[in-house]
C-alpha cells in the first residue's frame, strides 16, 4: 500500500486549502483513514480520522469545526478540507491508513500502518 499526499502550500489566515491522498495497492473499503500534522520542533499529533466503515468521523479538538475529513472510494482518495486556517496550522501534514483499522486507536500514531511522504502547509498571519 502506498499513499501519495499533496494539496499543501503557502496561505494567508484566514483562507481554505484542500489536501488529497491517494491510496495505491488496495482498495479503500474497509481501511481507516487519518491525518496527523507536525510542526517545527513538535511531536506528531493527530487531525483527523475516518473510520473503516459507517462514514464515522473524528477530530482533534483545534481543528473540529474548520476540517472535514472525507473518502471517495470510486477514486480510492482520502481528502482534508481546510477551512479558517490559522497560523498555528502550519505543518507537514500525513495521511496514513490501517486496513481494517480499530476505531479506539485511530487518534494514535500506532493505529495506522501505512503513512504517505507529507505535504507542507503554511499559514502566514
Known amino acids: 500500500v502506498q499513499l501519495q499526499a499533496s494539496g499543501g502550500g503557502l496561505v494567508q489566515a484566514g483562507g481554505s486549502l484542500r489536501l488529497s491522498c491517494e491510496v495505491s495497492?488496495?482498495?479503500?473499503?474497509?481501511?481507516?483513514m487519518g491525518w496527523f500534522r507536525q510542526a517545527p520542533g513538535k511531536e506528531r499529533e493527530f487531525v483527523a480520522a475516518?473510520?473503516?466503515?459507517?462514514?464515522?468521523?473524528y477530530y482533534a479538538d483545534s481543528v473540529k469545526g474548520r476540517f472535514t475529513i472525507a473518502r471517495d472510494n470510486a477514486a480510492n482518495i482520502v481528502t482534508l478540507q481546510m477551512n479558517s486556517l490559522k497560523p498555528e496550522d502550519t505543518a507537514v501534514y500525513y495521511c496514513?491508513?490501517?486496513?481494517?483499522?480499530?476505531?479506539?486507536?485511530?487518534?494514535?500514531?500506532?493505529?495506522?500502518?501505512?503513512w504517505g511522504q507529507g505535504t507542507l502547509v503554511t499559514v502566514s498571519s
Open positions: 496514513a491508513a490501517k486496513p481494517g483499522g480499530i476505531t479506539s486507536v485511530l487518534r494514535t500514531r500506532d493505529g495506522y500502518d501505512y
Open positions: 495497492g488496495r482498495t479503500l473499503r474497509n481501511v481507516a
Open positions: 475516518l473510520a473503516r466503515s459507517g462514514g464515522f468521523t
